[in-house]
């Protein structure tokens, strides 16, 4: 892709990523954060640190079918955004919600595991994002990526946390339970696209598709 | 503890006496034209009860201040409008709940079918404010008109045979859009032992704020049991039926691990998604803590003897 155009791109994928914190912080100026505003805050945010994450996670996948390369260098800023509404996510629970009383914080997250799986998955994801700053990167050498494999069990996790915390049933499948399996299938989806029988099928078929075309 | 109303901080738009009797009137209009057949328009937000007549302010406490008409009118939970408690009002706008049929049915000497306007005609309300405490770890004081279901038993004659009571919501696709989806055992249905239906708290309630009650708080007609959580209290009730064994509910029957064929309030319980130790009052900044029975403890006596760890 042309540098300008790339340009463009880079923006966007930022644009995309500041615009529902601007949004959310205007909402809340101009009193428009429905009529429970902490729950609504917390939701969202958790909502966005989710939809970023799996929008990381989805540009490998993305330059292994598109063949451009470059969609891989969105990787990073995409999950270090995630982690950042994942931190908010969690301030808000603690500092908004429950008012900074670690009793009760404490007390509320021992009796729930829905919140140890959140508790986790932002621990995780705050480690990943620290250990993404250029300097630990580098010293990290090979085992950056080796650690950075661990982001797909903060996904996990965090899918985890959703699905424990809709009001519903997955068993039964029951209630609002409609987001948690549309995030399951695309991190499905995603995992498989990065399998390599998935990769050798598709060098396959490109293969195929070259021959008949000539 | 009592109190009355004006010892509470008001609602800024509460009800002025000229106001009621102004539009006192409308209600009579609404009344004739379901007598003629005509469907006539939503409810409107501000119709009076013409009926109200004895005010009894039943046990608040100490901080305790009526949540505003907005938002008990604009964050609800009633699945067969919507998912989401803030799109339930718009969703529930073109809710029609006249003509509307309530039968009393099933270990009764003298089964009834009454409609709203009858029902409300023999019934003289009563004004109840109310804590109202969702599953969900938030609540509001809601000032309710209603009357206490005791009296509708008494009427008809319960059997010696009858131990629990079954409340349930019309099954109709066409009032309710969202019945039939979800993967939930429609229609909503909830249940209460007899006692507890008995207990004076219990009402049925058919306004809030001196206003009939707006279709997405449940219009025309639903049930208020103050000290369990709000899902309890069924919206838009069409059938009650008077049983011997424990009716099945529809969040027990969704989830039968998490919401309980009692749902008590009870802080010493703790839910598996949701702090029960404290609770967000609607409009307030910090966390209250959850009283036992929401405050209600003289209902205690109704549970003597059971271990509400188990009998959740």
Redesign the interface.
Known sequence: MKSTRWKIVRIFMHAGAVFPLAWLVLAALTQRLTFNPVQYLEQRSGDYALILLLASLACTPAAILSGIQQIRQLRRPLGLYAAGYAVIHVSLFIWLDYGGDWQTILSTINGRTTLWFGLAASILLLVLAITSICCIQFRMKVWWKRVHALVYLAAALVLTHYALTVKGNLMTLSGKILGVIVAILILAILLIIRTTTFQTLLTHLRGKIQKSDK | MQSKREEITPEGLYFSRRKFLKLAGLVGVSAALAACGIKPTPTPEAVPLSTLQTVSSNSLMNGDTLTPY??IT??NNFYEFS?S??DVAEKAQNFVSHPWTISVEGLVERPMQISIDELLQQYPLEERIYRMRCV?G?SMVIPWAGFPVYKLLKDVKVKDTARFVRFATQYNHDLFPNQGS???AWPYTEGLRLDEANHDLTILAVGLYNKVLPAQDGAPIRLVVPWKYGFKSVKSISKIELVEEQPQTFWNE??FNEYGFYANVNPNV?H????Q??E?R??E???RPTELFNGYTEVAPLYEGMDLTVDF
């Open positions: 907005d938002t604009n964050y998912l408690k803030e969900e938030w979800f993967g939930f969704a989830v703790p598996p998604r949701w702090s130790e404290s967000r609607l409009g900044a910090e966390r």
